[in-house]
């Protein structure tokens, strides 16, 4: 398999974004990590169990990474595929909980879901990664430097930052769709997402129309899930707090809510960032502000508090 240099990513084998753990740190071990990284991508692209991986001319490409995973495309013939791999420092059964949340996910939600179609591991349990249908130089949003944009394959891997229109449609259609995602019969909904971290993506060409909520919401989709910050951070998402599902529900939205302000405070606003604080320090202290602090309402005349409970 030869490399191509096709623009869908970043340019690079992947060796440099790989996170190992302290025992594999040096420079020796780190080489043969990524020769078992690269043999087990091979091996995954060579499988016979995979209809869709049938073909002679087959090429591997990496394209981006982030903190519990390597991605790279797999390309037969003019069909192309994706393949999320687990980062080395990654714990094992990590990867196989996400494909299996997003595929639960994606039965009702085809149209904004990426969906995974198969998931593979190692004879060692040491290495997994699952594969998902590409979507062609896909632009991923997320924030660079606080400002929210996307990062663009062509003609060369950049970010792109977005018009105070695109940021404000776009944001709201991600919050929009985390609601979408909720089914309240099955209990099902996204544990975690980073709204500034790559989890969405819109489709190519996305730019080239009105930006409008319908027409966002149309090229917009999930790819992956965020590894359940909220679930495994401060707001106890797993924990059950009501047998009535609207009453689960409404707690849903204000753990989304709530994980969305910390984002914005974390990521937008300088002076939280002059502070150097820890995520689970900023939500202590934004808590220990709105529980303990008296709030005159009347000198906010921008403020408005509505409950509407049925």
Same mark, same amino acid.
């Given at each position: 398999?030869?490399?191509?240099?096709?623009?869908?990513?970043?340019p690079?084998?992947?060796?440099?974004?790989?996170?190992?753990?302290?025992?594999?740190?040096?420079?020796?071990?780190?080489?043969?990590?990524?020769?078992?990284?690269?043999?087990?991508?091979?091996?995954?692209?060579?499988?016979?169990?995979?209809?869709?991986?049938q073909?002679?001319d087959? %090429?591997?490409? !990496?394209?981006?990474?982030?903190?519990t995973?390597?991605?790279?495309?797999?390309?037969? +013939?003019?069909?192309?595929?994706?393949?999320?791999?687990? @980062?080395?420092? =990654?714990?094992? +059964?990590?990867? %196989?909980?996400?494909?299996?949340?997003?595929?639960?996910?994606g039965?009702?939600?085809?149209?904004?879901?990426?969906?995974?179609? @198969?998931?593979?591991?190692?004879? &060692?349990?040491?290495?997994?990664?699952?594969? =998902?249908?590409?979507?062609?130089?896909? %632009?991923?949003?997320?924030?660079?430097?606080?400002?929210?944009?996307?990062?663009?394959?062509e003609?060369?891997?950049? !970010?792109?930052?977005?018009?105070?229109?695109?940021?404000?449609?776009i944001?709201?259609?991600?919050?929009?769709?985390?609601?979408k995602? !909720?089914?309240?019969?099955?209990?099902?909904?996204?544990?975690?997402?980073?709204?500034?971290?790559?989890?969405?993506?819109?489709?190519?060409?996305?730019?080239?129309?009105?930006?409008?909520?319908?027409?966002?919401? &149309?090229?917009?989709?999930?790819?992956?899930?965020?590894?359940?910050?909220?679930?495994?951070?401060?707001?106890?998402?797993?924990?059950?707090?009501? &047998?009535?599902?609207?009453?689960?529900?409404?707690?849903?939205?204000?753990?989304? !809510?709530?994980?969305?302000?910390?984002?914005?405070?974390?990521?937008?606003?300088?002076y939280?960032?002059?502070?150097?604080?820890?995520?689970?320090?900023?939500s202590?202290?934004?808590?220990? =502000?709105?529980?303990?602090?008296?709030?005159?309402? =009347?000198?906010?005349n921008?403020?408005?508090?509505?409950?509407?409970?049925?």
């Amino acid at each position: 398999m030869e490399p191509v240099e096709e623009a869908l990513g970043i340019p690079s084998s992947g060796y440099e974004y790989m996170k190992v753990s302290s025992e594999y740190s040096d420079l020796e071990s780190k080489i043969s990590e990524f020769m078992d990284i690269r043999n087990f991508l091979i091996e995954v692209a060579n499988s016979s169990n995979v209809p869709e991986f049938q073909g002679k001319d087959k %090429r591997l490409q !990496f394209i981006n990474y982030g903190d519990t995973q390597l991605v790279y495309v797999l390309s037969v +013939g003019d069909r192309k595929y994706t393949m999320l791999l687990g @980062q080395p420092a =990654t714990e094992f +059964g990590v990867v %196989r909980k996400e494909y299996e949340n997003l595929k639960a996910l994606g039965k009702n939600n085809k149209q904004n879901v990426v969906v995974p179609m @198969q998931y593979f591991k190692d004879e &060692k349990d040491k290495r997994e990664l699952y594969v =998902t249908p590409y979507l062609y130089q896909a %632009r991923c949003i997320g924030v660079e430097e606080k400002e929210w944009g996307a990062w663009i394959p062509e003609p060369v891997y950049h !970010f792109k930052e977005f018009s105070e229109q695109e940021r404000s449609i776009i944001n709201s259609s991600m919050i929009a769709m985390l609601i979408k995602f !909720f089914d309240d019969k099955n209990n099902l909904g996204i544990g975690a997402c980073r709204l500034g971290g790559g989890d969405f993506v819109l489709e190519k060409e996305y730019e080239n129309e009105q930006i409008t909520y319908e027409n966002i919401l &149309k090229r917009m989709k999930l790819e992956n899930e965020g590894f359940n910050m909220q679930k495994n951070g401060t707001f106890d998402i797993e924990h059950i707090y009501s &047998k009535n599902y609207n009453a689960m529900k409404v707690h849903y939205f204000f753990i989304q !809510f709530a994980h969305t302000i910390r984002q914005l405070l974390e990521k937008g606003l300088k002076y939280v960032k002059e502070l150097k604080m820890s995520i689970k320090e900023v939500s202590a202290a934004i808590t220990q =502000t709105l529980t303990h602090k008296i709030f005159n309402l =009347t000198e906010h005349n921008k403020i408005q508090l509505r409950f509407d409970l049925k």
